[in-house]
Structure formats: C-alpha cells, structure tokens
C-alpha cells in the first residue's frame, strides 16, 4: 500500500472517534517539526510521556510503530531498540513523510470546529 493511501486510512479511523480527533489533528500539526527538531526517538519519548495527558499520543504512538514495522521491518519501536545511523535515519525520513500525509489528510477529514 502507498504511503498516502495508508496516511487516509488511519486518519479516517482516527475522524469517526470523536474523543480524539480534535486533539489528533493538533498534535498531528506539530508532529513533524518536533520529528526534525527532537529526532524521532525523542519524539515517541515525549509522546509516550504525555500520553496520560493528551487522548491522540497513545494512537500516534501506535501509528508510527505499525508503519516502520510494516516498512522497515522494525519490531515495536516503542520499546526504542538500538539501530544503525542507517536504519534510524531511514526510519525517521519515512515517518516524517507520513506525517506530511496524514497532517493532509487531517486537514481533510477532520473539521476544526465540535460539529464536524
């Protein structure tokens, strides 16, 4: 499956739930700097910190981890395994193009305001 055809899938799974998309679509925003800024492990650190504290971490958690498990064949990257420069630089260039998708098709699917 094409990258942007997984990015819509997940982010229409995320629209239907009304407890987390609001804050999805915040998060989602902002995922990407943070990526380049933090670096990836960096990020899921932090995600996985404020995960009691924001309802959309424990589901981007779960997306980034699915995707380089799927791509790259890295088992559970929560649980932050030791990887070449090769692979976390490839593993990070891939999740930040999927952010650039889903933070597209968060625009898309899900509207700004509690009625949508």
Same mark, same amino acid.
């Given at each position: 499956m094409k990258l942007?055809?997984?990015?819509?899938?997940?982010?229409? $799974?995320?629209?239907?739930?009304?407890?987390?998309?609001? $804050?999805?679509? $915040?998060?989602?925003k902002g995922l990407g700097s943070m990526v380049t800024q933090n670096g990836l492990y960096g990020t899921?650190?932090?995600?996985?910190v404020k995960d009691s504290n924001?309802?959309?971490?424990?589901? =981007?958690?779960?997306? =980034?981890a699915e995707l380089l498990q799927?791509?790259?064949? =890295?088992?559970? =990257?929560?649980?932050?395994?030791?990887l070449n420069n090769d692979v976390y630089l490839r593993a990070q260039e891939l999740v930040l193009d999927a952010i650039?998708?889903?933070?597209?098709?968060?625009?898309i699917f899900i509207e700004d305001d509690d009625n949508g």
């Open positions: 942007n055809q997984w990015a819509k899938e997940k982010v229409k $799974s995320i629209a239907i739930n009304k407890n987390i998309r609001k $804050s999805y679509k $915040s998060e989602i899921l650190a932090f995600y996985l924001k309802p959309a971490a424990e589901s =981007i958690r779960n997306q =980034i799927d791509r790259l064949d =890295i088992p559970n =990257i929560n649980d932050f395994p030791e650039s998708w889903l933070r597209r098709y968060a625009d």
